[in-house]
T-cell receptor, first 108, second 113 residues
Framework: EDQVTQSPEALRLQEGESSSLNCSYTVSGLRGLFWYRQDPGKGPEFLFTLYSAGEEKEKERLKATLTKKESFLHITAPKPEDSATYLCAGEGYSTLTFGKGTMLLVSP | DSGVTQTPKHLITATGQRVTLRCSPRSGDLSVYWYQQSLDQGLQFLIQYYNGEERAKGNILERFSAQQFPDLHSELNLSSLELGDSALYFC????????????FGPGTRLTVT
């Protein structure tokens, strides 16, 4: 059975304090690793797709990286508007398996 | 705005009842996915349709069913509702039949009393 585990469950940062979120995966026939952002009461919003180990993608203050067992979402100098839940998902043979997410709170 | 629409936004109903949730995908997207999200379970994949045909099935209960119509909109039917069915139900769409990049709607919050 495919599994995606995210840590930590919650993370509190001060504005400007950089950190990383972790996503460990066991997905058969991994076709892609995806990151989404979800604001409270809203649908997830697509951020990145990573296809192979060593690949990196960047968008503003976010950078996603991928190894054979893990993916990291690095947040550089975060701002309060980066506060959200970040979801990681692995696509295997059939469909996406989502992790439970990391709830990020950035305080001014 | 993702371009995916869902109705209704909120639904309150009693145990034992049946409800229908509706989803219209982004223009041009052929795949529709349904997810259930609760606080303890996270985002759980229910079912996927691609161009009118069922493509993949996840943790969908027998009391739940879905279909995709020729105009590509989809409906999720939930019957014999239980308290535990209370959750956010999301629809997502994508251009292809594989998981890939999905665009989520705003969700329907279902409360079963």
């Amino acid at each position: 059975e495919d599994q995606v585990t995210q840590s930590p469950e919650a993370l509190r940062l001060q504005e400007g304090e950089s950190s990383s979120l972790n996503c460990s995966y066991t997905v058969s026939g991994l076709r892609g690793l995806f990151w989404y952002r979800q604001d409270p009461g809203k649908g997830p919003e697509f951020l990145f797709t990573l296809y192979s180990a060593g690949e990196e993608k960047e968008k503003e203050r976010l950078k996603a990286t991928l190894t054979k067992k893990e993916s990291f979402l690095h947040i550089t100098a975060p701002k309060p508007e980066d506060s959200a839940t970040y979801l990681c998902a692995g696509e295997g043979y059939s469909t996406l398996t989502f992790g439970k997410g990391t709830m990020l709170l950035v305080s001014p | 705005d993702s371009g995916v629409t869902q109705t209704p936004k909120h639904l309150i109903t009693a145990t034992g009842q049946r409800v229908t949730l509706r989803c219209s995908p982004r223009s041009g997207d052929l795949s529709v996915y349904w997810y259930q999200q609760s606080l303890d379970q996270g985002l759980q994949f229910l079912i996927q349709y691609y161009n009118g045909e069922e493509r993949a099935k996840g943790n969908i209960l027998e009391r739940f069913s879905a279909q995709q119509f020729p105009d590509l909109h989809s409906e999720l039917n939930l019957s014999s509702l239980e308290l535990g069915d209370s959750a956010l139900y999301f629809c997502a769409s994508s251009i292809s039949g594989t998981g890939g990049e999905q665009y989520f709607g705003p969700g329907t919050r279902l409360t079963v009393t």
